[in-house]
């Protein structure tokens, strides 16, 4: 049997990153350089997967130190983007790991976490309909999925045999980045489909919103503290710490100086008041809803239905395969607060999707552990 040649890990400039995300249909947005410049907390660099001299693979890193020592935790939000299909057929994962590992000792990490962008399960718009239907079922994790991948079932028994530590079960958002998400597919869809999609009720509000007059349009960097004002407010009524304006105006910087497309500014006016601003980022064919805001007043307008149409417009009339909505919780029970946002974007007839899940490596277990239990007090 003949053996896959060995893989070397070392840092790529952001011009060779780009260029290597720019071969696939889409990386995440974390995975951009700019992420990097954006996260000033973390120190980032950009590796890359070399066979020889040629470049297979890319990451973005994380660095996050411990408190006190000058040991860090290395972090790759949903990535790295390497091939996932080969390695789960091959059932050589290690190729691509081992010297990833290696890589991030050798730069002082104790420990190594990775959010690989595979998808394990996917349920459809009925199946959700129904589980929300039934008092039975409090749970996503407990509704029998759609479609279950055999590369996520694959790639998870190859991360348990090298080491890796699987996320954990939460019924709420937990840190780092969401292992369920909602997403709309939009390949090969006209805007009509998309449309004829919607339930009742977001066909309804997106009438109401245009004939309430509610204009939608693009913000410019100078918009940002007009967005920012609104989702302060926003922060307030559902009870979340706001970022400062200072992370979007940098965010806004990074990613735009990067690709043009890569974040935009929407916003919503009625009668010439802002009742709604959302910002979406884009990386080749996925588009991303990223930070939502809207008043308390003027709320019957449906401002907030009308500003997501017009994101979901863009992204088909850009090519874009995949509009996705982010994260949505575990949890399917009335009782939870969570419930209302599955149900708004449940109405726009997508699919709730499941992901591998942030795994992590111990690189030093002394230092892991203890690190771990830290994060633990915090929260």
Not at 136 to 149: F, H, K
Request: proline share 6%.
């Amino acid at each position: 049997m003949t053996r896959s040649p060995a893989l070397a890990v070392r840092e790529i400039t952001s011009e060779q990153h780009l260029a290597a995300i720019a071969e696939r249909p889409s990386v995440s947005f974390l995975q951009t350089p700019a992420w990097g410049v954006v996260k000033r907390d973390w120190r980032s660099r950009s590796v890359g997967w070399f066979d020889g001299d040629k470049l297979v693979g890319a990451a973005l890193v994380l660095y996050r130190k411990a408190p006190r020592i000058r040991r860090y935790l290395a972090y790759v939000p949903e990535g790295p983007s390497i091939d996932w299909d080969g390695a789960a057929a091959a059932g050589d994962l290690h190729r691509w790991l081992a010297p990833l590992a290696e890589h991030v000792k050798s730069q002082g990490a104790f420990g190594l976490r990775m959010g690989p962008p595979v998808v394990t399960r996917r349920w459809d718009n009925a199946t959700l309909k129904n589980a929300l239907a039934d008092p039975a079922v409090t749970r996503l994790r407990d509704v029998p999925a759609d479609e279950t991948t055999a590369i996520g079932t694959a790639l998870a028994e190859q991360l348990t045999a090298l080491g890796w530590r699987p996320p954990a079960d939460t019924d709420g958002f937990a840190a780092g980045q969401p292992r369920h998400v909602f997403q709309l597919p939009l390949e090969g869809r006209d805007a009509d489909d998309v449309l004829k999609g919607f339930n009742q009720l977001w066909r309804r509000n997106i009438k109401k919103a245009d004939k309430a007059g509610v204009v939608v349009s693009l913000g410019t960097a100078a918009d940002l503290p007009d967005f920012h004002r609104v989702y302060a407010e926003t922060a307030q009524r559902d009870g979340f710490t706001p970022r400062p304006l200072a992370y979007f105006e940098g965010m806004w910087a990074a990613m735009t100086a990067e690709a043009p497309e890569r974040l935009r500014l929407y916003l919503a006016h009625h009668e010439g008041d802002l009742v709604a601003a959302t910002t979406m980022t884009r990386v080749g064919t996925h588009a991303w809803y990223s930070y939502g805001a809207s008043t308390t007043a003027k709320r019957d307008v449906r401002g907030s239905n009308a500003i997501q149409w017009r994101m979901m417009q863009d992204a088909l009339s850009e090519g874009c395969s995949v509009y996705d909505l982010r994260g949505i919780t575990d949890t399917l029970s009335e009782d939870d607060p969570h419930a209302g946002l599955i149900r708004f974007k449940l109405g726009t007839g997508g699919q709730a999707v499941e992901y591998l899940g942030e795994w992590d490596l111990p690189i030093s277990r002394v230092l892991y552990s203890a690190f771990d239990l830290y994060m633990k007090r915090r929260s």
